[in-house]
């Protein structure tokens, strides 16, 4: 499993995350944070233009080669796209989160295959799950706009589901 992303409130008073009564909002905050990088800001590692954008390690020029006459013999485009070999790695990462909240933390839990977790011995071999779990500054704010929005929205008693653009 790849258990590196962590979202954690930080700039709240202590006191305030010392209450009993906030502990439930919090991590329902936090869990809707999780669901909005998993459901919206993951597939962006997916697509075109990834690899700049979240700052991938390069791919030495015979692997990008081999990828696209993979591409071309097999008839499955999306392996020209980062991260994407047969598409095992972006399927597993995107159909389910197991989400763990506490008063401050927020963590979800992704399954993977087994090669995103080796690191490399000497060659270009990209640690995947590093890249996978890369978030950037604007992702990182928007985050913490949708926790805010949402321990909001719990405190002040608008219990309706806002829906938020990302």
């Known amino acids: 499993m790849i258990t590196g992303m962590k979202i954690t409130s930080v ?3 202590t006191e305030i995350l010392s209450g009993r009564g906030l502990a439930a909002p919090i991590r329902l905050a936090l869990t809707e ?11 962006r590692h997916f697509r075109g ?10 791919r ?21 796209l980062p991260l994407v070999w047969t598409g095992r790695l972006r399927r597993m990462v995107t159909s389910a989160v197991c989400v ?13 295959p087994g090669y995103a977790h080796m690191y490399s011995r000497g060659g270009n071999r990209p640690y995947l799950a590093g890249e996978v779990l890369t978030v950037i500054d604007d992702e990182a704010e928007a985050l913490g706009r949708v926790v805010e929005w ?5 405190l002040n008693g608008n219990r309706r589901r806002r829906v938020l653009r990302v």
């Not at 015979?62 to 020209?80: D, H, L, P």
């Not at 949402?150 to 719990?154: I, Q």
Request: net charge positive.
């Open 11 to 13: 700039g709240m008073p």
């Open 150 to 154: 949402t321990l909001t929205a719990l």
């Open 100 to 112: 763990t909240t506490s008063r401050a933390k927020g963590r979800g839990h992704l399954r993977a």
């Open 33 to 43: 944070a999780i669901e909005v990088w998993h459901g919206k800001m993951l597939p």
């Open 60 to 80: 030495k020029a015979a692997t990008v080669k081999r990828k696209y006459r993979f591409a071309a013999a097999t008839g499955n485009y999306e392996a020209r």
């Open 49 to 58: 233009g990834a690899a700049e954008r979240y700052g991938y390690r390069p």
